[in-house]
Nanobody, 120 residues
Framework: QVQLVESGGGLVRAGGSLRLSCAASGSILSINTMGWYRQAPGKLRELVATITSGGSTNYADSVKGRFTISRDNAKNTVYLQMNSLKFEDTAVYYC??????????????WGKGTLVTVSS
């Protein structure tokens, strides 16, 4: 199986920065697209940013220019650098990783989520 371990959430004041990390481990042959999603209280889960195995990125309009997604393929880790945080960025952030397992089965996995709270 595959495990995802997220870290980096916490409480920050508006205008501050946080860096989230998500490391994948287990029966991994290769990792495909990696991404971050978030879910605020009372709202649906939404895409924040994704990055392909080739390094192409995609961002939600609400975070463009403030958040940067990156990955370290050697560490099977995806990062989300969040700058100029706003109160409305408060949410549980989930990483999502597309994996080809060693049994050649392709699926995606979700992390358990890490809470980001931005105080106004």
């Amino acid at each position: 199986q595959v495990q995802l371990v997220e870290s980096g959430g916490g409480l920050v004041r508006a205008g501050g920065s946080l860096r989230l990390s998500c490391a994948a481990s287990g029966s991994i042959l290769s990792i495909n697209t990696m991404g971050w999603y978030r879910q605020a209280p009372g709202k649906l889960r939404e895409l924040v940013a994704t990055i392909t195995s080739g390094g192409s990125t995609n961002y939600a309009d609400s975070v463009k220019g403030r958040f940067t997604i990156s990955r370290d393929n050697a560490k099977n880790t995806v990062y989300l650098q969040m700058n100029s945080l706003k109160f409305e960025d408060t949410a549980v952030y989930y990483c999502n990783v597309g994996v080809t397992r060693t049994d050649y089965y392709r699926t995606d996995y979700w992390g358990k989520g890490t809470l980001v709270t931005v105080s106004s």
